[in-house]
């Protein structure tokens, strides 16, 4: 087979995920290979495509590799994505899989926007490998990654491929109608990121209704207007200080003008499955502030041209990114149904949020994410010594072993429990047990009621 490994990653030769391709080269000597660094080499591709598509029409099989950025593919990546298929290659037919290395924070939304991208290009695609950075080094992680290999190869010589993941929708994009001016009772502001392109009319209606409707004061930051000199280098030169190497003043940007805000919109069209490849270039930049959740407590919401019901997967991806950074979602508003009505609704809640200084714990998406970030800045804390300060100041650092108390009292209940006359004997204990602190709590707002007090406007 002839592959061709695009490389996303901004190091190009140096990244961590391109070695196990190459290992995987090493390994299976019998197959020709060739690589595109597409993510160091972004600029000249974007110059002149033509190299890129000579490489890509000789390729029997692509291979995505690349580092998880920001829940998807680097920013350069998503570039090339848009490259590729504005330059009309036909792949219909061709064989698509990808190769990942990162800390598996939201890997599985990665893979599903590169397998959405390739199927868009009528790619067949094979499930991928998506090893932790580190894998590599283990004899597990290697044999893993050989097992890969080998059931690429025979998914390929038995036409094994993934399900189609797309869906198309069946709704036509509407623009907002203008809506009268709302009085701004509420003290505030809101900044609204929007990557807003001159001719789209539907996102610039739906950036003014929200505007209009917002009983917050608002300002627009159009991240097509501002200077971004290039996309994150992976070179992780924040870590210590939490200052970029691009001299574009992006971080003072993001700290000044973003993170003070009282609530954040972030407006964009739905292309290629993603936010796009601009916004995909802010969001990797943001990586000056590590893996802080800066923003937390401070309410977000989407305004989205396309239709969002249609993609499962951005739609996962916007519910975590702000459930990791501890952003209450005030809501998605699409343009595929009922567009005024969804962005008045957002408007509202924004309004509602700011004036409760309304949160909610956190889901899945976010206890697990934080997980992973909490364990691995603890581990690398030599070096990420700016998440490491704010993670020890903001206890972050929730290891179980620091519960003592549950443990202890669990090691008591097993006990217990093991004891064969006692369980006899235990009849309903146990629930009444669990549930009594539970029982306390409403106990105590009676009495708290009872006598004048209550819970209404105690914030
Ligand atoms: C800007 C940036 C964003 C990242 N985002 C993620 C992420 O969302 N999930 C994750 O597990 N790892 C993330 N990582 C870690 C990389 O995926 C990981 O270090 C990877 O192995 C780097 O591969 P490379 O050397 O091929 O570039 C991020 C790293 C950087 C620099």
């Known amino acids: ?17 391109l070695h196990t391709a190459m290992f995987l080269e090493k390994k299976f000597p019998g197959h020709e290979y060739e ?92 499930r991928g490998l998506s090893a932790d950075m580190e894998d590599l080094t283990t004899e597990k992680g290697r044999l893993e990654a050989e097992s890969y290999f080998k059931r690429l190869v025979f998914s390929i010589e038995n036409s094994i491929f993934e399900p189609n993941r797309l869906m198309k929708s069946q709704n036509t994009l509407k623009k907002a109608e203008p809506s009268k001016n709302a009085e701004k009772t509420i003290g505030g502001r809101v900044a609204i990121v929007a990557d807003l392109k001159e001719d789209d009319e539907i996102l610039e209606s739906m950036i003014n209704r929200l505007q209009s409707r917002l009983p917050v004061a608002s300002s627009v930051y159009n991240i097509r207007k501002i200077n971004i000199m290039g996309g994150c280098l992976g070179c992780f030169r924040c870590a210590a200080g939490g200052k970029c190497v691009y001299t574009d003043g992006f971080d003072r940007f993001l700290r000044e003008e973003i993170e003070t805000a009282d609530a954040i919109v972030y407006a964009f069209s739905i292309s290629d499955h993603s936010m796009g490849a601009r916004f995909k270039m802010f969001d990797d930049r943001r990586f000056c502030n590590g893996h802080r959740p800066v923003t937390e407590g401070t309410p977000i919401a989407f305004i989205v041209n396309g239709d969002v019901s249609c993609e499962p997967n951005l739609s996962m991806i916007l519910e975590a990114r702000s459930q990791v950074g501890g952003n209450a979602l005030s809501g998605i508003a699409d343009s595929a149904s009922d567009v005024n009505a969804q962005i008045d609704a957002v408007a509202d809640s924004i309004g509602f949020m700011i004036e409760n200084h309304y949160t909610e714990p956190q889901n899945f998406y976010g206890v697990g994410g934080m997980k992973i970030f909490r364990d691995l800045i603890f581990q690398m804390r030599g070096l990420m010594r700016a998440d490491h300060r704010y993670y020890k100041s903001h206890g972050k650092y929730d290891f179980p072993q620091k519960n003592r108390g549950t443990i202890i009292k669990m090691q008591l209940v097993g006990m217990l429990m093991n004891n064969k006359k006692i369980q006899a004997k235990m009849g309903n204990r146990l629930n009444e047990g669990m549930v009594a602190p539970y029982k306390k709590v409403l106990e105590n707002l009676k009495e708290s009621e009872e006598s004048g007090g209550g819970t209404e406007g105690k914030r």
């Open 35 to 126: 690589v595109l660094h597409v993510g160091k080499k972004i600029r000249a591709f974007e110059k002149d495509f033509s190299d890129a598509k000579k490489a890509i029409e000789r390729a029997q099989a692509i291979i995505f590799a690349y580092p998880v950025y920001t829940f998807i593919a680097t920013g350069q990546l998503h570039r090339f994505i848009e490259l590729m298929k504005a330059s009309g290659i036909d792949l219909s037919g061709k064989i698509a899989t990808q190769i990942t290395t990162s800390k598996h924070f939201y890997d599985i939304t990665a893979h599903n926007y590169i397998q959405e991208n390739c199927q868009d290009m009528g790619m067949r695609f094979v």
């Open 1 to 17: 087979m002839k592959f061709l490994i695009l490389n996303g990653s901004p190091k190009g030769e140096y990244s961590i995920t």
